[in-house]
Antibody
Framework: QVQLVHSGAEVMKPGSSVRISCKTFGATLGSNVLSWVRQAPGQGLEWMGRIIPFLGAENYSQNFRGRVTITADESTNTAYLELSNLRSDDTAIYYC????????WGQGTMVTVSS | QSVLTQPPSASGTPGQRVTISCSGANSNIGGENTVNWYQHLPGTAPRLLIYDNNKRPSGVPDRFSGSKSGTSASLAISGLQSEDEADYYCASWYDSVNGWVFGGGTKLTVL
């Protein structure tokens, strides 16, 4: 059974950067696609980007280009999302999802951006 | 404004059949791209319901079905149950931006 376990909630200042993690259990990160999707309060789901370690490829949503970086540490089966130049509207729950069809999701990490 | 258009709300009574639509364009739902559907209860992880337009992952009841025609797709839920009350999202690859896009979501209420 595949499980994705997120790092804990973060409270950040505007203009700072945040790095959150997603550790996979029951599946090899290097053999899968790992995406990040967020949901702001009262809003819908928004795809941010993905990493495909076995292809050495990354895709990012144009909405975040330049501010988001997704990396994967295959030795620890952990994926990371780094979002820079944080704004108040980046306050959201950030989910990782594994598989081309987002087959399995983690429980999410709450990131709050507030001065 | 989402690239994929869903009705903001839908409702039905227990036992009824409900459909949720997802409208897109040639460069996303149309052509070779497929549609996935997700169920999301607030405070929980979203759940894959339908992938590749009409396939169900193991564990998803056959009350849930999906279809696609041209640039639109639909999710049908038959034998509606109270636990089906949730938000439902469609998603498709969008060639023009080389990325995934979601619909705005449909809040399903079981009356």
């Amino acid at each position: 059974q595949v499980q994705l376990v997120h790092s804990g909630a973060e409270v950040m200042k505007p203009g700072s950067s945040v790095r959150i993690s997603c550790k996979t259990f029951g599946a090899t990160l290097g053999s899968n696609v790992l995406s990040w999707v967020r949901q702001a309060p009262g809003q819908g789901l928004e795809w941010m980007g993905r990493i495909i370690p076995f292809l050495g490829a990354e895709n990012y949503s144009q909405n975040f280009r330049g501010r988001v970086t997704i990396t994967a540490d295959e030795s620890t089966n952990t994926a990371y999302l780094e979002l820079s130049n944080l704004r108040s509207d980046d306050t959201a729950i950030y989910y990782c999802a594994m598989g081309y069809a987002f087959d399995v999701w983690g429980q999410g990490t709450m990131v709050t951006v507030s001065s | 404004q989402s690239v994929l258009t869903q009705p903001p709300s839908a409702s039905g009574t227990p036992g009824q059949r409900v459909t949720i639509s997802c409208s897109g364009a040639n460069s996303n739902i149309g052509g070779e791209n497929t549609v996935n559907w997700y169920q999301h209860l607030p405070g929980t992880a979203p759940r894959l319901l339908i992938y590749d337009n009409n396939k169900r992952p193991s564990g998803v009841p056959d009350r849930f079905s999906g279809s696609k025609s041209g640039t639109s797709a639909s999710l049908a839920i038959s034998g509606l149950q109270s636990e089906d009350e949730a938000d439902y999202y469609c998603a498709s690859w969008y060639d023009s931006v080389n990325g995934w896009v979601f619909g705005g979501g449909t809040k399903l209420t079981v009356l």
